[in-house]
């Protein structure tokens, strides 16, 4: 089974690493020579270098040029991790077994951008790692294989990204065989029970004191490495938020949100929010909390 893979992420490197572990037959990899939108951006070049596997660096999957790559590889099929670009038909129906994509929400419901950012914002228990068909919707194909990750209390994005990694390692093993066939075309999707998550934008990441200290501290863990940190601005200086703790101490409840003060029963500095008060933990630049003053 002769594999083309596509990515440009730190999960992608991790899949394709997979594979390599497990000696398949990789006849090229395309990935991308810088990325700016994603900030879980990797090179696959070095990784390819190594190995010996033919690499295409791309900035559009869709360009001439890269078709025309694709079909002198002739792959049997696809694989494309960690690619924001959606793949249009003149590559979808180059490879006879098909497209292969993934995407870490339990499809069909929370298709579209961001799963994991919005899985912990919105502060579900459970997402999934999903294999799936890929065709000319977004991620509308048949599914392959999906096994639910559960999202724990402590999980920031790193936690979960490291879960799902892990997850869909051993998943990839499993369907290699599987997808190895033809005549295989997976599970539909019941379009009945999806919806799609929109793509975000750097004003999402900005905290607003006036949100309850559970939904500043939710925004923190989303936005936590390998992402670009959810972000305040005080005194025209943007800080970093990388770790924070929520409280629902009742201390100073007439405190307008964004006023820092000190806990007396907690003995520490924190911010007034709409609900509660924040601690934060680890801010980059550091910040030094001043008591009775405003962020």
Same mark, same amino acid.
């Given at each position: 089974m002769k594999i083309l893979f596509i990515g440009t992420v730190e999960f992608s490197y991790h899949l394709l690493e997979t594979l390599i572990e497990e000696n398949s037959e990789l006849i090229g990899v395309i990935s991308d020579t810088d990325n700016h939108i994603n900030s879980d951006y990797v090179n696959l070049k070095p990784i390819c270098d190594k190995n010996k596997i033919p690499c295409l660096l791309s900035k559009n999957i869709n360009s001439p040029e890269t078709l025309?790559?694709?079909? $002198?590889?002739?792959?049997?099929?696809? *694989?494309?991790? /960690?690619?924001?670009? +959606?793949?249009?038909?003149?590559? +979808?129906?180059?490879?006879?077994? /098909?497209?292969?994509?993934?995407?870490?929400?339990?499809?069909?419901?929370? !298709?579209? !951008?961001?799963?994991?950012?919005?899985? %912990?914002?919105? /502060? %579900?228990?459970?997402?999934?790692?999903? *294999? *799936?068909?890929?065709?000319? /919707?977004?991620?509308?194909?048949? +599914?392959?294989?999906? !096994?639910?990750?559960?999202?724990?209390? $402590?999980? $920031?994005?790193?936690? %979960?990204?490291?879960? +799902?990694?892990?997850?869909?390692?051993?998943? %990839?093993?499993?369907?290699?065989p599987i997808i190895n066939n033809k005549n295989y075309h997976g599970t539909p999707q019941d379009d009945s029970l999806s919806n799609y998550w929109r793509k975000r934008y750097e004003s999402d990441g900005q905290i607003d004191w006036r949100m309850s200290a559970d939904k500043v501290h939710k925004l923190v863990k989303a936005l936590s490495k390998p992402y670009i940190g959810a972000h305040f601005i005080s005194k025209n200086i943007e800080y970093k938020v990388w770790k924070s703790k929520a409280h629902s101490i009742k201390e100073f409840s007439n405190f307008e949100p964004g006023k820092i003060f000190k806990s007396q029963a907690l003995d520490k500095l924190l911010i007034k929010c709409g609900d509660g008060a924040i601690e934060l933990i680890e801010t980059e630049p550091k910040i030094d909390l001043i008591n009775g003053s405003y962020l």
């Open positions: 025309s790559w694709i079909k $002198d590889k002739s792959p049997d099929i696809i *694989f494309c991790f /960690g690619w924001s670009q +959606l793949i249009k038909e003149d590559i +979808l129906k180059i490879p006879h077994l /098909g497209v292969i994509g993934y995407h870490p929400a339990e499809l069909p419901k929370n !298709r579209g !951008r961001h799963p994991i950012i919005w899985a %912990l914002a919105l /502060g %579900l228990k459970k997402t999934a790692s999903t *294999f *799936f068909y890929i065709d000319e /919707g977004a991620d509308t194909g048949n +599914l392959i294989d999906q !096994r639910i990750v559960l999202i724990e209390e $402590d999980d $920031d994005a790193k936690a %979960l990204y490291s879960k +799902l990694i892990v997850q869909a390692k051993k998943q %990839l093993k499993d369907i290699l």
